[in-house]
């Protein structure tokens, strides 16, 4: 089983600041990586897939990036809505596995 | 639009079974298979297994082998869950997810459902 890694645990962030978000794939995944975002209450949204792509809708101050075992998110001018639990989840081998997520907080 | 609509909340008693439906539209249903994702309280993820909608092939977490089954209704394009012998570490939200199957990720999601399990 791939083990998925995030740091880090909590971020604190002002809005309208930059935050980055680390995944890390206990082996290679290549570029099956995806990140969701999480409200209290809510089932998770896909943000991004493949690494980089972003999903339909999704604003373009969500970026990802990466490939093999390293892998980021980057929320550029935080907005409110944006306040919410950070998955990355890999989707090169079974079983599905995901981070234990990050936390992104008002600062 | 897409929707994956779950039953709701269920409270069982240890040893017992939970059928857990989800009931899928606004897409071709054989085009995608599903995903059962858990989520304890306070914790992650947890994938539970995959179950295509096209042939009925299943892909179980070794974890949860023979205590789950994930089957498919075509006439309602309905996917079922079941988890049997419950525990109480078995209390969690449990979600379904459009899924292709590996190499892509669950993308729509249903609503969760709530299992308790108490005596």
């Known amino acids: 089983e791939i083990v998925v890694t995030q740091s880090p645990a909590t971020l604190s962030v002002s809005p309208g600041e930059r935050a980055t978000l680390s995944c890390r794939a206990s082996?290679?995944?290549?570029?099956?990586l995806a990140w969701y975002q999480q409200k209290p209450g809510q089932a998770p949204r896909l943000l991004i897939y493949?690494?980089?792509t972003r999903a339909t809708g999704l604003p373009a101050r969500f970026s990802g990036s990466g490939s093999g075992t390293e892998f980021t998110l980057t929320i550029n001018s935080l907005q409110s809505e944006d306040f919410a639990v950070y998955y990355c989840?890999?989707?090169?081998?079974?079983?599905?596995?995901f981070g234990p997520g990050t936390k992104v907080n008002i600062k | 639009q897409v929707q994956l609509v779950q039953s709701g909340a269920e409270v069982k008693k240890p040893g017992a079974s939970v059928k857990v439906s989800c009931k899928t539209s606004?897409?071709?249903?054989?085009?995608?298979?599903v995903s059962w994702v858990r989520q304890a309280p306070g914790q992650g993820f947890e994938w539970m297994g995959w179950?295509?909608?096209?042939?009925?092939?299943?892909n179980y977490a070794q974890k949860f082998q023979g205590r789950v089954s994930m089957t498919t209704d075509t006439s309602t394009t309905t996917v079922y869950m079941e988890l049997r012998s419950l525990r109480s570490d078995d209390t969690a939200v449990y979600y379904c997810?459009?899924?292709?199957?590996?190499?892509?990720?669950?993308?729509?999601w249903g609503q969760g459902t709530l299992v308790t399990v108490s005596s």
């Open positions: 606004g897409y071709t249903f054989f085009s995608y298979g």
């Open positions: 179950v295509s909608t096209y042939n009925d092939d299943t």
């Open positions: 493949a690494a980089s």
């Open positions: 082996q290679s995944v290549s570029t099956n």
């Open positions: 989840q890999q989707y090169n081998n079974w079983p599905l596995t």
């Open positions: 997810a459009r899924d292709l199957g590996l190499y892509a990720p669950p993308d729509y």
